[in-house]
């Protein structure tokens, strides 16, 4: 099976699905000709043209705007967010229109937009270029948050995405995108959207999270493994609505449970899956619910230190994983 | 002389890796500070890696053509004048001594002993195990639930119990006996001088929990009917000197008495059932548990599949068990899959009682003594009868009075039927 990196993974999935349907296209700002700031969608521009890979003006408003028009008339748009950062001007267009146009018309019309967007820190990009947004939208409901971690699940979510006739938010993180590797079949396949995926199987302590942190928690655990702590690792995939079955029997295993993400922590995606384990699994926990997440301040620091702090990385993981364990 | 890293500098947002294109020094060469000394591409951005160090390059680790993590080194300059940086190899050491002497004071440290997880106090509930004799490896002595699970593992008992019969805790015995209700596990209760304290034992506790169980758990309701047993009795004791001679165990009332009832049941399959939280469960087969009693405990051995035996096939399981019991050979076989409990309480001159559920059972038949008594019969006529009463305690989750009295009657319609004539042992 051939190896990938996790931005080739978004390239394949979108080259194969403008080709599978030519009512998927691809627009935002300099997704064309220039490929994308990542190179997310190099090469086609030169495939598809200009009439399915549409460079956009500077506003993101109108990119989701735009995007939902041409979905709800019929249309497949993969609508590309240049860093997830730049998604705020466009909050109302997702989240009262895409949202809930289902919903609204009883059925009569849908919104099946992919909309696309490069979040999380760690590449020295500071306040604008850092941020994780996942929970400013995860609390309404008709939308769909999908965050793969490796390249595998972001070919088979991405298809899916694509696919579904209801909105999804597609977060990818940009660290991942040259820094992960991973085997992505050439085969069409695709992922369901709302399930997550266990990376790893373990008795000790249970880690649930999402994104690059999964790599963390995979990494730590190697490492844990040899002085004899073994980790049961859940990816969330999609974060909302989340896979509630999922995140009951993985903290029911093992009744110590950390949650990372690398969001701020108050408000953050994991304090909603903090509810249903406390909810769910009273009786089966063994230790308090743990939360590793970045700091509550307003923005990724610039300097490098600061950065690090900030950061999640795979020694807090690796030291909150063995605290647990030790509990 | 020190010997500096150059490492693979980050060239640009998300970029985690670079390709050494081409080295512009070789080892040796006298480098200036911003020298370039490397050709790197990335997926972005070709650049050329400058040097931070006036120095000489002492070794290239990365060869042309190699892809390396930003951060890892590719080479080594040395350069002039600098010492030795000392600064970092002293620190190790002091740290590890820290690292160590926190390692020992968490051993000795039982402050978390006592400190109980939700999970750890529910498996030590359902598992009937005393948490002061468990050792705790967890955080400052604290009992962590895989402490527990591995106890249950290794046989579920306690320090305490452990010279106990290991199946007791999971196959309980059960029979209504008013002693067992007394036992909990209250501390409050001492004993004065003179008195002789007795230590619970597995199957004591066993029972003790399951008569708990059921009387929380399933709201008794108790009925009685009394039958008259002249046919039956002249019948039996006609048989019994002959039966006992041929078969080579006695034939006792018992037998007849689960006869009638598994017929009963097979008429009332909600009788058969079980109260399985969010449904009821009526069971296929009917196997009947009946009640043996040692000098330490009862015993609740099961009968399998008794609607497929004679009379005399019930009797000789009945006396292939109650044998079983008293030279202690029960397995744990023997006593699981029981849909029904008949208690012969009679045995014992009892003429009346009020039996607890066969937990998770919907009901318990006792068969009380076969008494002389004088009755009224049909016309006036007052007769000297054999008559026994038949008691029925029923969880009133599952049945209510009509199915349960119904059942009741057509159990007292047979055994009144029963006679040479109507019935064969075989």
């Not at chain 1, 579904?164 to 995108?177: G, Q, T």
């Not at chain 2, 051993?107 to 006592?114: A, G, I």
């Not at chain 2, 169980?213 to 046919?231: G, I, R, Y």
């Not at chain 2, 009968?303 to 050979?329: C, F, H, P, T, W």
Request: aromatic content about 6%.
């Amino acid at each position: 099976m051939p190896v990938r990196s996790y931005i080739e993974a978004v390239t394949l999935a979108l080259r194969e699905e403008m080709q599978r349907d030519e009512n998927v296209f691809i627009l935002g700002e300099d997704v064309g000709v220039r490929g994308g700031v990542f190179r997310a969608t190099a090469g086609l521009f030169e495939q598809f043209g200009e009439a399915r890979v549409m460079d956009t003006p500077l506003t993101e408003s109108a990119i989701a705007g735009v995007g939902i028009g041409a979905a709800m008339y019929g249309t497949r748009p993969v609508a590309e967010m240049q860093f997830a950062d730049f998604i705020l001007p466009a909050v109302n267009q997702i989240i009262s229109e895409a949202a809930k146009t289902r919903y609204r018309s009883n059925n009569d019309w849908t919104v099946p937009l992919t909309i696309r967007a490069p979040y999380g820190g760690g590449v020295h990009g500071a306040l604008y270029h850092s941020q994780s947004i996942e929970s400013i939208f995860a609390n309404q409901p008709g939308l769909k948050i999908v965050m793969p971690s490796t390249p595998y699940d972001v070919k088979g979510l991405l298809k899916a995405a694509v696919r579904s006739n209801d909105p999804v938010l597609f977060l990818e993180h940009k660290r991942a995108y040259r820094l992960i590797k991973g085997e992505v079949p050439d085969e069409d396949y695709t992922l369901p959207i709302g399930k997550a995926d266990v990376k790893r199987e373990g008795e000790d302590i249970t880690v649930i999270t999402y994104g690059l942190a999964v790599h963390f928690a995979l990494q730590a655990a190697e490492k844990l493994a040899e002085e004899g702590i073994s980790a049961h690792i859940l990816d969330l995939r999609t974060v909302y609505p989340l896979d509630q079955e999922a995140i009951i029997e993985a903290a029911s295993k093992t009744g110590k449970v950390l949650l990372i993400t690398e969001d701020n922590k108050e408000g953050s995606i994991i304090g909603e899956v903090s509810a249903i384990i406390a909810e769910h699994c009273l009786f089966d926990l063994d230790a308090p619910i743990r939360r590793l997440a970045g700091p509550d301040i307003p923005a990724m620091p610039y300097a490098p230190p600061m950065e690090k702090f900030f950061m999640i990385n795979p020694e807090k993981v690796e030291n909150a994983m063995r605290d647990l364990a030790e509990f | 002389m020190a010997t500096e890293k150059i490492l693979m500098p980050q060239l640009g947002e998300s970029v985690t890796e670079g390709t050494i294109g081409r080295w512009l020094v070789s080892v040796g060469d006298k480098v200036d500070k911003y020298d370039p000394i490397a050709e790197v591409t990335t997926d972005k951005v070709n650049s050329e890696v400058p040097t931070s160090f006036q120095g000489t390059i002492k070794e290239l680790i990365a060869e042309e053509g190699e892809t390396l993590q930003v951060g890892e080194v590719i080479c080594l300059i040395e350069v002039e004048g600098a010492s030795e940086a000392p600064t970092k190899e002293q620190h190790p050491p002091a740290q590890q001594e820290v690292a160590t002497s926190q390692t020992a004071s968490l051993n000795e440290d039982q402050s978390m002993k006592k400190r109980y997880s939700p999970a750890v106090l529910r498996l030590a509930q359902e598992h009937n195990i005393d948490l002061e004799h468990v050792e705790g490896t967890g955080k400052s002595g604290r009992i962590t639930r895989k402490d527990v699970q591995k106890l249950i593992a290794e046989g579920g008992v306690t320090p305490s119990e452990a010279t106990t019969a290991p199946q007791a805790s999971q196959t309980a015995p059960t029979v209504a006996n008013s002693e067992t209700q007394k036992i909990t596990s209250s501390g409050s209760i001492t004993a004065a001088q003179g008195d002789t304290e007795i230590p619970i034992t597995g199957v004591r506790r066993a029972i003790a929990n399951n008569m708990l169980k059921s009387k929380h758990e399933a709201p008794h309701a108790w009925t009685m009917m009394e039958v008259d047993v002249t046919n039956l009795v002249n019948y039996r004791n006609a048989l019994k000197n002959e039966f006992k001679a041929k078969e080579g165990f006695s034939l006792t009332f018992l037998p007849f008495f689960i006869k009638a009832t598994v017929e009963a049941l097979r008429e009332f399959p909600r009788m058969n059932s079980m109260w399985a939280g969010d449904k009821i469960i009526e069971k296929k087969d009917i196997n009947i548990s009946i009640a043996v009693a040692t000098e330490e405990a009862l015993y609740v051995p099961v009968i399998k599949q008794a609607d497929e035996l004679s009379i005399k096939g019930i009797g000789r399981s009945v006396n292939d068990l109650a044998q079983k019991v008293r030279s202690n050979k029960l397995s744990a076989e023997d006593m699981q899959g029981g849909t029904f409990t008949v208690n012969n309480t009679g045995s014992f001159g009892s003429i009346l009682s009020q039996p607890i559920i066969n937990y998770p059972q919907a009901a318990i038949l006792s068969v009380e003594s076969i008494v002389k008594r004088p009755v009224i019969m049909e016309g006036g006529m007052i007769a000297a009868r054999d008559m026994v009463n038949l008691c029925l305690s029923l969880d009133h989750r599952i049945l209510d009075g009509l199915i349960a009295g119904r059942f009741l009657a057509r159990v007292k319609e047979k055994l009144e039927k029963m006679s040479a004539e109507t019935t064969s042992i075989y």
